[in-house]
Nanobody, 121 residues
Framework: QVQLVASGGGLVQAGGSLRLSCAASGSISRIGAMAWYRQAPGKQRELVATITSRSAIQSADSVKGRFTISRDNAKNTVDLQMNNLKPEDTAVYYC???????????????WGQGTQVTVSF
């Protein structure tokens, strides 16, 4: 009923930039918080940044000052601008959104498919 499609990953040298985008589509009545997570090999998935429907933002300490999350409520998209990338940012990045689907009263979290970000030395 709801699909999140992420794009924008790739290979970049340390100090470079990438912009990830995620678009939600389907039977959407309302979208609450949207977020980006990442999972590095052998590690647990961690929250990178989250943004509410009113654009209140929280970010992990490890990315503050380097990553910026934003959203377009009209387009149901969430972006992650990543600057000054470091090798330790290498991970699969997942977008997520709390979505109320049409005909329901429940918010449920949906996940995108993940996009690989690799930062070389």
């Amino acid at each position: 009923q709801v699909q999140l499609v992420a794009s924008g990953g790739g290979l970049v040298q340390a100090g470079g930039s990438l912009r990830l985008s995620c678009a939600a589509s389907g039977s959407i009545s309302r979208i609450g918080a949207m977020a980006w997570y990442r999972q590095a090999p052998g590690k647990q998935r961690e929250l990178v940044a989250t943004i509410t429907s009113r654009s209140a933002i929280q970010s992990a300490d490890s990315v503050k000052g380097r990553f910026t999350i934003s959203r377009d409520n009209a387009k149901n998209t969430v972006d992650l601008q990543m600057n000054n990338l470091k090798p330790e940012d290498t991970a699969v990045y997942y977008c997520a959104a709390e979505v109320q689907t049409m005909g329901t009263w429940v918010m449920r979290q949906y996940w995108g498919q993940g996009t690989q970000v690799t930062v070389s030395f």
